[in-house]
């Protein structure tokens, strides 16, 4: 039945591409949304977005997975069932269809958008299903927490999200199709709680991006909120994105955008950082240091050579707050309390001229109750690549990723515009 309800699936979004090509301009919608939640329950901070899977009993399940810039591929917890005529879908379990060892994706995602580790064994064809005739198609999957290499095997997948006028949620709903892969639960046990997958947010043609298409553009947007309580917001599409109480003011006003650079057989997303600069002194980044941005990695992570030179000049500028012992990650720390502490604004200069303004909201981080750290961590003398953004800088900010023009775009606090990402009115409206 499951070959059924795709073969429709395929002809519904024939007859309806067809339809959005004569009338594009009508889309009632914009861009695609979904929430976006902040978890604390793991080994670090994470963030997860929230996709509806599948539709039973009138309502669709939701579940939550991990945002990876950097994965090739979506995969979370469901098992392959070839025909649902003759067996059923175990209670609370998600089933999909199999991809098989013969087909192209199967060759494509092992040779070309695998993960990358060292640690990962080389893959086989996997049994057959029984009565199918065809062998599985294992693939490796390395966890983001831990990076530990398991096993999951490729599908034919389905997930829904809502869809918006950049203001509100409407009422349509945006099918994908992606070919992604089936882990068993026990893969996601340092996830947090209720995080029970991996959204490939990557450039890859199998990362979730390339499965959104018309009427929506090659536009995505990013907001993560910096607190459990609401949700921030995740968009896909060139939509005006609205957050209250402003909600007549377009994020994109606050914009400013800079090249992503591309690297040669690589998915994920790099920027080019001229210098950093702390009030008014400039630290020189060294020519053509690879920068790249993590939806994964909580700090900010540079090279040493970066880093010393980073927190002496922040050390100077705050010598008048009382310091602290380092609490591991951190290198420096203050005695203070992050409410009404007040430090001068990390200032990224970026390649085109462009300033990502990072302040005390994103550059300090209350570690017990007398103790705050700079949220900018030591790499390692060698680490590649030598700086990664990491999600403390990222709280907060609007960011685009226009893979339509290759641009990257980010709006610096939206704390300072009297907003936040927790801020997007999910009340559905027709
Ligand atoms: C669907 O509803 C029926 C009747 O209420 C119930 O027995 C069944 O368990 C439900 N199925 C799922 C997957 O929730
Ligand atoms: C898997 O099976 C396919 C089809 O029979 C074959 O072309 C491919 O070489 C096999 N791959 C591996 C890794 O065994
Ligand atoms: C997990 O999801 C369930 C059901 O949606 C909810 O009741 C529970 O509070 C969630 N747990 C966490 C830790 O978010
Ligand atoms: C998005 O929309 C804006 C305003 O309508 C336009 O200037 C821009 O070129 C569009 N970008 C893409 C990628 O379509
Ligand atoms: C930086 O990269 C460009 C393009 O790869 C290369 O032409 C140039 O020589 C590099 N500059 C340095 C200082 O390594
Ligand atoms: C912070 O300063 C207070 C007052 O001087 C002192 O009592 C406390 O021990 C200090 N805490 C740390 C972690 O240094
Ligand atoms: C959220 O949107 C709904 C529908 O447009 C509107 O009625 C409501 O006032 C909005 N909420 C806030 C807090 O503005």
Aim: hydrophobic share 35%; proline share 7%.
């Amino acid at each position: 039945m499951i070959f059924l309800i795709k073969l429709t699936a395929i002809v519904i979004a024939f007859i309806s591409h067809h339809h959005e090509a004569i009338a594009a301009t009508l889309s009632p919608y914009s861009s695609a949304v979904a929430p976006v939640y902040k978890h604390t329950d793991a080994a670090k901070p994470l963030y997860s977005i929230q996709i509806m899977t599948t539709y039973v009993n009138s309502t669709y399940e939701h579940a939550n997975f991990l945002i990876d810039l950097d994965a090739p591929f979506i995969w979370h917890d469901c098992i392959l069932l070839w025909n649902t005529f003759a067996d059923t879908c175990p209670a609370n379990t998600l089933c999909t269809y199999p991809v098989s060892c013969e087909e192209y994706q199967c060759t494509d995602v092992r040779t070309t958008y695998s993960y990358q580790n060292p640690s990962c064994p080389p893959v086989n064809n996997g049994s057959t299903l029984p009565g199918w005739g065809y062998c599985t198609c294992p693939v490796n999957v390395v966890d983001p927490i831990t990076g530990t290499c398991g096993n999951a095997l490729l599908d034919y997948d389905e997930f829904t999200l809502s869809t918006s006028n950049g203001k509100n949620v409407l009422s349509d709903f945006y099918g994908a199709y992606p070919n992604a892969a089936c882990a068993p639960s026990s893969s996601f046990q340092s996830f947090p709680a209720n995080v029970s997958g991996v959204m490939a947010l990557s450039t890859s043609p199998y990362a979730f991006p390339a499965y959104l298409n018309e009427p929506l553009t090659r536009v995505m947007a990013l907001c993560l909120p910096s607190t459990l309580s609401a949700p921030g917001v995740f968009f896909y599409g060139n939509s005006s994105y609205h957050l209250l109480p402003q909600s007549d003011v377009d994020i994109r006003s606050f914009l400013s955008y800079t090249p992503l650079i591309n690297h040669p057989d690589s998915f994920r997303y790099y920027i080019g950082l001229n210098s950093i600069v702390i009030k008014t002194r400039s630290i020189d980044i060294p020519v053509n240091t690879t920068t790249k941005l993590s939806t994964i990695e909580p700090y900010t992570t540079l090279r040493t050579d970066i880093y010393s030179r980073v927190v002496r000049r922040f050390s100077l500028v705050t010598k008048r707050i009382p310091p602290a012992n380092p609490v591991a990650p951190f290198g420096l720390c203050f005695n203070a309390s992050v409410n009404g502490l007040r430090v001068p604004d990390i200032e990224l200069n970026l390649q085109n001229g462009k300033k990502w303004s990072i302040s005390t909201a994103n550059s300090i981080k209350q570690v017990t109750k007398d103790v705050a750290c700079l949220t900018f961590v030591d790499g390692g003398a060698t680490s590649e690549p030598a700086i990664v953004i990491g999600t403390s800088q990222f709280e907060d900010n609007f960011l685009v990723f226009d893979l339509e023009n290759s641009l990257f775009g980010f709006s610096s606090s939206l704390l300072r515009k009297k907003t936040s990402c927790a801020n997007f009115n999910f009340t559905l409206t027709n």
